[in-house]
Nanobody
Framework: QVHLVESGGGLVQPGGSLSLSCTAS????????MSWVRRAPGKGLEWVSS????????RYADFVEGRFTISRDNAKNTLYLQMNSLKSEDTAVYYC??????????WGQGTQVTVSS
């Protein structure tokens, strides 16, 4: 059974940084694409980024504009999202998901990111 636990969210001022983590279990982590998605208040689920199983290929939504970096440590079954230059519009619940963009097979409970002064 897929089990994903996100952490690292919080309140940060505009221009600040946060580092999200997602610990995975219940499946062979190093054989799957992994993704970050988010849900802003009053909006639908929005794809943020995906990374290939061996760290060799990372993709980002256009709105990221070079501010976020996705990575993974397969030895620790952990997915990361480093977010810099945060904007108020990045406020959302962030979820890690098993699978590539649009092909998710399980996600965690989410971690709240609030960007506000």
């Amino acid at each position: 059974q897929v089990h994903l636990v996100e952490s690292g969210g919080g309140l940060v001022q505009p221009g600040g940084s946060l580092s999200l983590s997602c610990t995975a279990s219940g499946f062979t982590f190093n054989t799957y694409w992994m993704s970050w998605v988010r849900r802003a208040p009053g909006k639908g689920l929005e794809w943020v980024s995906s990374i290939y199983s061996d760290n060799s290929n990372a993709r980002y939504a256009d709105f990221v504009e070079g501010r976020f970096t996705i990575s993974r440590d397969n030895a620790k079954n952990t997915l990361y999202l480093q977010m810099n230059s945060l904007k108020s519009e990045d406020t959302a619940v962030y979820y890690c998901a098993k699978g590539a963009r649009g092909d998710y097979d399980g996600w965690g409970q989410g971690t709240q990111v609030t960007v506000s002064s």
